[in-house]
């Protein structure tokens, strides 16, 4: 049995280009003209992390509670409805819960976010543990997340947790918690950069994952 904290956008679910154009279109109401390509490569981190790239600090210190608060009441309103789950995220998580593993959702998301999220992706019942951004301090690439994650499960020994993500920060703060992270390129990022931020594994999507899952570090486990 092991412990297993997946991210959620771009690794469950396909959302990653639909925050990016959130994200954008905020932006622009404020003021602030930014491609929603230039925003899809911040995409992973939250707010508090991605607002720095594209606004500055002065006007981020008096502006920026007010634009992340239009940017999710949008993201809620008009691209929510968009999400959908990628192949094979049900019936992964089914397999993993017969072999006996605890699921836990780790997201730089907010908590109704995070619940709608379980929703959409199907696996309400499947879940253990979901942290949402509320649990953190800071956002990924910052290992907050993970670490709310290690203590909702009880703090389980090295070796007994393992992170999936699909961007680097998802890596970067994982390995700052001291766990090994496996990726997965459905949410966009090239395999290379996802090597470089610390995946020990690389999978397609969730469907190439439960393909491959008697081989896979889910089941014989990371170094």
């Known amino acids: 049995m092991r412990n297993l904290i997946f991210d959620i956008d771009g690794t469950l679910l396909d959302s990653v280009d639909l925050h990016a154009a959130a994200w954008a279109e905020a932006f ?47 993201f809620k309103e008009r691209y929510l409805p968009k999400v959908r789950p990628f192949p094979g995220v049900r019936a992964l998580f089914e397999r993993l819960k017969a072999e006996g593993h605890v699921l836990a959702l780790a997201s730089s998301g907010k908590a109704e976010e995070v619940d709608r999220y379980q929703e959409i992706a199907g696996i309400r019942d499947l879940v253990d543990v979901a942290t949402h951004s509320d649990e953190a301090e800071r956002s990924k690439p910052h290992p907050d997340i993970f670490e709310a994650a290690l203590a909702r499960l009880g703090r389980p020994a090295r070796g007994q947790a393992i992170v999936i993500g699909d961007s680097p920060y998802d890596a970067e703060a994982a390995v700052r918690a001291g766990l090994p992270v496996i990726g997965v390129l459905c949410g966009g990022c090239p395999e290379a950069r996802l090597s470089e931020a610390g995946c020990t594994a690389i999978y397609r999507d969730p469907q190439d994952l439960l393909d491959g899952y008697a081989v896979s570090p889910l089941r014989r486990g990371l170094p």
Do not use: C, H, W, Y
């Not at 509670?65 to 009441?73: K, N």
């Open 28 to 74: 622009r109401n404020f003021g602030i003209d930014v491609a929603p390509e230039a925003v899809r490569g911040q995409i992973g981190k939250g707010g508090d992390q991605l607002m720095p790239v594209f606004v500055p600090k002065d006007r981020l210190e008096r502006e920026g509670e007010t634009i992340e608060t239009f940017r999710s009441a949008l």
